[in-house]
């Protein structure tokens, strides 16, 4: 791995080891999981296909009114190529009618992340009714750097039974999805090379709210990983950097406290484990 220092198949069979002990505990044989078209939810369901078998993955495509018609084509190729069952499910609809009910309270008020959210958390609660309906645990997509730095969705797209690459950076899950393609094209090459984007509003970028992953990754390491004192950092990355990253990391923390259990990748997974706050 590009970070963690381990080789890129050992990772890959230890997600899946990982994923196939957590369902034999949980006494469960099925999935189901969100598909954006995005690198991180192409990523889990081949992880999942390969580790639970292809029919036994079932990924639910949930376009709202920003979705891109790529990405939705790109959700698509992958759950054929898979071979994996899928459901796709607008929430257009859902969402204009919560955003009816919400206008007494919202009126007035601009566009933010309030409406990106609600979208997230429209697809949290479908896929939760998926899971508690066919008993299928629902797999968690999201990645190290998000995590890290709070680019996530409570009781949305944070939602899960599993957090499958939480103890993966963007720059690895990169790497692991060109090593699920070595031998034939699993994920699409489109999602491979596309920016990354939630795609809650128009024309979004992960660039638009984080530093480029390729400068975030390595900082998140040495701080996370390594251990090291922000203050000797400053000549590598600049202290104004390095500012937004940590204010990033504290905001987060209150999330962190609720995530689903963690395939441990490396050798430092994301912990906040503690349940208490006191001064």
Known sequence: MLLNNLPIEKAHDKIITAIRAFF?????????????????????????????????????????????????NDAVTLAENLDSPYTVIPIGSIYHRFLKELDPLFKNTDFDTTEENLQARIRGTIL?????????????????????????????????????????????????????????TIIPESTMTKAPSAELRDNQKDTDSLPEYSKLDPLLYALHEEGRNPDELEKEYGKEFIDRVLKLKSSASFKAMQFAPIVKVGTKPLSFREKWFEV
């Open 24 to 72: 034999k505990k949980a006494c469960a044989d099925k999935a189901v999981l969100g598909l954006s078209g995005g690198i991180d939810s192409a990523v889990v369901m081949a992880l999942a296909a390969e580790a639970l078998g292809n029919k036994n993955v079932h990924g639910i495509l949930m376009p709202s009114p920003f979705s891109t018609m790529h990405s939705i």
């Open 128 to 184: 939760m009714a998926y899971s508690n309906k066919f008993k299928a645990l629902l797999l968690n997509t999201s990645n190290k750097s998000e995590l890290s730095v709070g680019y996530g969705t409570l009781y949305g797209d944070l939602c899960g039974a599993l957090m499958v690459i939480a103890d993966l950076y963007k720059i690895e899950v990169y790497e692991l999805a060109s090593y699920i393609n070595r031998e034939k």
